[in-house]
């Protein structure tokens, strides 16, 4: 039946709103999972940090960070530290370029589409110079 005969059986309503109900559950469950995926990330990195720090500091039997031990805190203060710094800041780096990445891919695409996106429009046409040029040609 048209949209535009006005009358609606009881089945066609009925049906309508069970779509309606099946793609708002949907859309609910693929919300709560792309939060979950961002909270999954933020955790993984807060526990990433607290391990690189704790092998830093952990007590090891050389202790490196002790007023005894000289040699080991030259060793971990001009080698060992930077090269530690830096792979903990590339690793947390990329973690956090992933989590917004992941962020902006969800806010443009989930909740875009699930709010204004309806699909009803026309075909997309790419704009090519070709045939704008074909088409004012042929005008005149």
């Not at 090519?128 to 040609?137: D, H, P």
């Amino acid at each position: 039946m048209s949209e535009s005969s006005g009358a609606h059986s009881f089945g066609d309503v009925f049906v309508h709103s069970m779509i309606e109900t099946i793609e708002f559950v949907l859309g609910t469950v693929s919300n709560t999972a792309s939060y979950l995926r961002l909270w999954a990330l933020s955790l993984a990195h807060g526990v990433l940090s607290e391990v690189f720090m704790q092998l830093v500091y952990q007590q090891t039997p050389i202790q490196p960070f002790s007023k005894s031990n000289t040699a080991g805190t030259i060793f971990m203060g001009i080698i060992a530290w930077p090269c530690l710094w830096t792979a903990t800041f590339l690793i947390l780096m990329c973690m956090d370029c992933l989590e917004c990445t992941l962020h902006t891919v969800r806010l443009h695409w989930v909740e875009f589409q699930n709010k204004f996106f309806k699909g009803e429009g026309y075909g997309f046409k790419p704009y090519a110079y070709e045939s704008v040029l074909k088409t004012v040609l042929s005008a005149k």
